[in-house]
């Protein structure tokens, strides 16, 4: 890997990602670092077209294998594409979801086999591997209302295929979440829920060891 910094945010539906990452992303570029920002699926026109697949609701069903390598392949694409050379430039990047929503989702909640999963992201990924992986914690329930409201209010259905999923399948992904840090406690923070400036925090605190200039106050 280059000499970059690669930190990804995880979560269960609604938990703040995205006005986390803004956040961070800001503070960072203030500090005067280069920060590049993006999610997953998505952030390459292949990985955008497969992101529709794997969100749209009028998808419908897909064998739970299939659904793993539409994501595999999203995120080959943004590693070939945008991570690794971004990296290789000396940037933070800032990702929004990566592999461990797969072993989350594909894994602990729709029930893929855990050490094939752990063997494909290690496949598909290469090397290139977050030093720091923020997971925003927040009641399951909470956090997809928030998302089904806010879906609802932008007037966009379009990407709504997990959110139609039972509250045991995201409870099964935050449990997920949580073995995940268990299992790897360096490189992965769990934050607990609370205002936004208390996340803000914490967030900053976490990864306050790879980013000297950055002020957490
Ligand atoms: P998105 O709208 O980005 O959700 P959020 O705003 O909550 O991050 O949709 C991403 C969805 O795809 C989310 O429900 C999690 C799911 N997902 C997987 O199931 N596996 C994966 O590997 C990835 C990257 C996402």
Partial sequence: MGKGVFVTFEGVEGSGKSTQIRLLADALKKAGYTVTVTREPGGTAPGEALRKIALDPHTGELDPMTELLIFSAARRELISRVIAPA???GHVVLLDRFADSTTAYQGYARGLNLAMIEQLNRTVTEGVWPERTIVLDVDVEEGLTRSVTRMAMEG??????????????????????????????QRVKIIKPGTVEDIRRAVFSSVADLFPQLTVD
């Fill in 87 to 89: 990296l290789k430039e």
């Fill in 156 to 185: 966009s259905t379009t990407e709504a295929r997990f959110e139609g999923e039972g509250l045991d399948f995201h409870g099964r992904v935050r449990d997920g979440y949580l073995q995940i840090a268990k299992k790897d406690p």
